[in-house]
């Protein structure tokens, strides 16, 4: 590896935390399967020194009947990476696009195979572009400003 320029290496990917429950069942498996699916997406950063940066990508997915709750996987699917020579901002960038399409592969497959063993149809989560959500994030985030620069204060 050249040791010019930015460096990005994955030093570890583990399963940090994960937990399934179907409060309905078995219940809930009678009757045609018609689920609604809510899924959450947030990720967090923790410096560990020495230029290595613990991403944590925490993914939910939640299936309703109506309004009876089918399942809840939850999945905390974290890497270990080490960066080195970038600037604050593009630091930043790499911590919330690059760091979690690493991980999101290991957290889609850690969610189908709890849903599948709890007694439920295949579940198959779509690929998803961080760098569109983050882009999508600070439009927002600049949509709500004024003129000052100061954050409108959000409507209810």
């Known amino acids: 590896m050249p040791k010019d320029g930015p460096q990005i290496g994955l030093q570890k990917i583990y399963l940090?935390?994960?937990s399934f429950e179907a409060p309905n069942s078995p219940a809930i498996f009678s009757g045609e399967?018609?689920?609604t699916v809510t899924i959450n997406l947030t990720t967090r950063?923790?410096?560990l020194g020495n230029e290595s940066i613990e991403?944590?990508?925490e993914l939910s997915v939640e299936a309703k009947q109506?309004?009876?709750v089918a399942f809840l996987a939850e999945v905390q699917q974290a890497g270990i990476f080490?960066?080195?020579g970038f600037g604050q901002e593009?630091?930043?960038q790499v911590l919330k696009t690059f760091c979690p399409t690493q991980l999101y592969p290991y957290a889609r497959e850690a969610v189908a195979d709890m849903v599948g063993k709890g007694g439920f149809p295949q579940l198959h989560l779509q690929p998803v572009s961080f760098e569109a959500m983050l882009a999508a994030a600070e439009a927002e985030r600049s949509g709500r400003q004024d003129v000052s620069g100061k954050p409108e204060p959000a409507s209810a």
């Open 66 to 68: 109506g309004e009876t």
């Open 33 to 35: 399967w018609k689920p």
């Open 82 to 84: 080490l960066l080195k």
């Open 45 to 47: 950063s923790n410096d």
């Open 16 to 18: 940090k935390d994960s």
């Open 55 to 57: 991403v944590v990508l």
């Open 90 to 92: 593009d630091k930043s």
